[in-house]
């Protein structure tokens, strides 16, 4: 589904990604794993085309498309999301209507119309209840005044609406509590299908007890050092990122 | 023709006597220039260099249908001026309450209100454009609310302008008056059937006396060629509350000036405004807050939207007097730029000359948020409508302190109509 190969990129004048090669298929879950400042999230962000970042070498294919030949929006709209380490506030726009207007454009850009908003409605509270989320919250403007816990959450709400084929939770479990966490990991873990990838990156194992993982990726320094299964996540809580760095 | 050469005694003597002072003040004077400090960013030679036509006549071929546009969905008493000249016809003030008066000024110079307050407010050597009004002015409106009268339904006073103004000037009138413990909505809109190029020069003097309420919505959407300079001067007395709305999208140059003092204690001023200009637009604000009297508060939010080549102004100021202690003031001005040639000045101001007070202000000027809109990019919405919610969110956040519904919802449908097109649902977050 996936495949990334010889992956460069840099901010600025320096260089985060320095060469990461990896392959997602399928119905599997990886997790990348690593320090801070490692590139995990560079990664993650330029998977999803932030503008910050600048692609420098390598190739990304999705579904055996050039990635990089996509905007960011047509990414999305082929299944790619990316969860947000840092949720954006939107004052003005509300959940409900951001929600509809990305489910809308994802079935426009698959020639389908407009969904009926009451029909949306139903859809969205039942998808409320995967994330144990009050629907006043649709009312409310796009994650401005939520909590770090109601932002992560209502990530995965925008993940479990949208229903990707590849999603990338950029440190999703940063800033919660852990019934936060069981909650959001039980959502991610009843939106997996056999035709579905997602990649979890993390700086913590804990995450990983809940979405456990296929495989685990260690970067460090722009590249990844090691990849083994979910046990590597274990020896890596027990003994850091130190004993791999070399 | 010269404005002397234009001018002529009228009203009575009280009313001559200003216009002759507010004419040669203006004589005296001329238009300012941009060496004038009020108006460094905003240069009024365009309207100086014309040859405006007085219109003083009816004029007009405005039909009831053409209004339909312009009413804000509200069902109220509605004055409905066209070419600068009120027209029965087209105004009803069916379900008025007793105790309130809307009047045309032109019928209605010798009354008692407009004795004691026109001119009174806004002095006719206030400035060369309330000159240039006080000595032109041939109509207008009159609202005024009786003690303890609770005005339910807002006054709209509609002053349009169709293509028989082109090439003349109107210098319209209002009066506001708010007797003690009154309550009153009044919404003023200058706005423009077909594209021609007329001159509106409106004053407009707001009285709001003691624990008086009033609520004053000012809309500006002028045609694309006007020129359009509008002075609003407010007095408040103690307790009382003047809370307004300027929004304003028309006119190849506009200048909006609302000036209020604070008069007397436990007084509170609410200041909003929402511009949006595009092509070679110029919208400019003006507002001064005067503190007056202690313990009274004032909060100020303007917001600008500059797309194209258009250029907004802002420049507002507390002023703080020394007898105003406990003086609570709050301004804010956001501009967001759409374009790499859209401009956009902001001068807050505080003077401040009292020792225990509590004064805050600030502004932006900036473009809308690369970070955010990637976030709506990356949930599939494209660049275009990611920048229009974005651009629509940055409105809202001021048109929702707007109290009056129906009016709220016709701004908020006129500005979604002018991002994103006729027909578009609210955006807005309930």
Redesign the interface.
């Known amino acids: 589904m996936l495949d990334i190969r010889d992956l460069h990129a840099t901010v600025g004048e320096k260089e985060i990604l320095r060469g990461i090669s990896l392959s997602v298929g399928a119905g599997e879950i990886h997790a990348i794993m690593g320090p801070n400042g490692s590139g995990k999230s560079t990664l993650a962000q330029v998977l999803?085309?932030?503008?910050?970042y600048e692609v420098t070498g390598g190739t990304v294919t999705y579904d055996g498309e050039d990635l990089f030949a996509m905007?960011?929006?047509e990414?999305?709209?082929k299944g790619l999301?990316?969860a947000?380490q840092y949720?954006?506030e939107?004052?003005?726009?509300?959940?409900a209507?951001?929600l509809r207007?990305?489910y809308n454009?994802?079935r426009k850009?698959k020639g389908l119309g407009e969904i009926d908003?009451l029909e949306f409605l139903d859809y969205v509270e039942e998808r409320l209840r995967l994330v144990d989320m009050d629907p006043d919250m649709l009312?409310?403007?796009v994650n401005?005044g939520f909590s770090g816990g109601e932002k992560k959450r209502n990530e995965i709400l925008?993940m479990a609406v949208?229903e990707p084929r590849l999603a990338v939770l950029d440190e999703t479990d940063s800033g919660l509590d852990i019934d936060a966490l069981r909650v959001v990991s039980d959502g991610v873990n009843k939106l997996r299908r056999p035709d579905n990838a997602t990649i979890v990156v993390t700086h913590y194992q804990r995450l990983l007890n809940y979405i456990v993982p296929d495989f685990v990726h260690v970067l460090v320094n722009g590249r990844i050092v090691q990849s083994g299964g979910k046990e590597l996540a274990l020896e890596l809580e027990a003994h850091g990122y130190a004993g791999v760095a070399a | 023709m010269s404005f002397a050469e234009q001018f002529r005694d009228s009203g009575p003597t009280w009313l001559a006597g200003a216009r002759r002072a507010a004419l040669d003040h203006f004589i005296a004077t001329g238009f300012p220039t941009k060496k004038n400090e009020d108006w460094h960013f905003t240069s009024p030679a365009a309207i100086a260099e014309v040859d405006w036509l007085p219109l003083r006549d009816p004029s007009g071929q405005v039909q009831p249908d053409d209004l339909a546009q312009f009413t804000l969905g509200l069902d109220a008493p509605r004055l409905v001026f066209v070419n600068g000249r009120y027209t029965a016809a087209l105004s009803s003030l069916a379900g008025l309450p007793a105790r309130v008066r809307v009047l045309d000024l032109a019928g209605h110079w010798s009354d008692a209100a407009v004795e004691k307050w026109l001119t009174k407010l806004a002095t006719p050597t206030r400035d060369a454009f309330t000159a240039l009004n006080t000595a032109f002015a041939v109509d207008g409106a009159i609202v005024h609310v009786g003690a303890d009268t609770v005005l339910e339904t807002p006054i709209h006073l509609l002053y349009v302008t169709d293509s028989e103004a082109a090439k003349g000037a109107t210098h319209p009138r209002t009066l506001i008056v708010a007797d003690r413990h009154a309550v009153a909505t009044v919404i003023e809109s200058y706005v423009s059937i077909g594209d021609a190029t007329y001159f509106t020069n409106a004053v407009t003097e707001i009285q709001v006396a003691d624990g008086a309420k009033v609520d004053h919505y000012r809309i500006e959407r002028e045609s694309d060629r006007a020129y359009h300079v509008g002075t609003t001067e407010v007095r408040q007395g103690r307790d009382s509350r003047y809370q307004s709305f300027s929004f304003a999208t028309g006119g190849a140059l506009a200048r909006v000036n609302l000036y209020t003092v604070l008069g007397g204690e436990g007084g509170e001023t609410l200041m909003h405004g929402l511009y949006m200009l595009d092509g070679t637009q110029h919208i400019d604000h003006q507002t001064r807050i005067e503190h007056a009297a202690p313990h009274c508060a004032s909060r100020e939010v303007y917001k600008g939207i500059m797309d194209d080549a258009s250029h907004g102004v802002f420049n507002g100021k507390v002023y703080v007097q020394p007898e105003a202690q406990k003086t609570d003031g709050k301004q804010t001005n956001n501009n967001v730029l759409l374009s790499e040639t859209a401009q956009a000045d902001t001068k807050p101001q505080l003077e401040i000359f009292a020792d225990d007070v509590k004064c805050t202000h600030g502004a932006t000027v900036g473009r809308l948020d690369e970070v955010a809109l990637f976030y709506l990019r990356s949930r599939g919405i494209d660049l275009e409508q990611a920048r229009t919610l974005l651009t629509y969110a940055f409105a809202a956040d001021v048109l929702e302190r707007i109290d009056q519904p129906e009016v709220r919802k016709a701004l908020e449908a006129l500005t979604l109509e002018r991002f994103v097109g006729g027909g578009a649902e609210l955006v807005a977050a309930a």
Do not use: K, T
Request: proline fraction near 14%.
């Open positions: 999803a085309g932030h503008p910050a905007d960011p929006e990414r999305a709209q999301f990316l947000f949720p954006v939107i004052p003005g726009v509300s959940n209507y951001f207007a990305a454009a994802i850009s908003p009312s409310r403007s401005a925008q949208l």
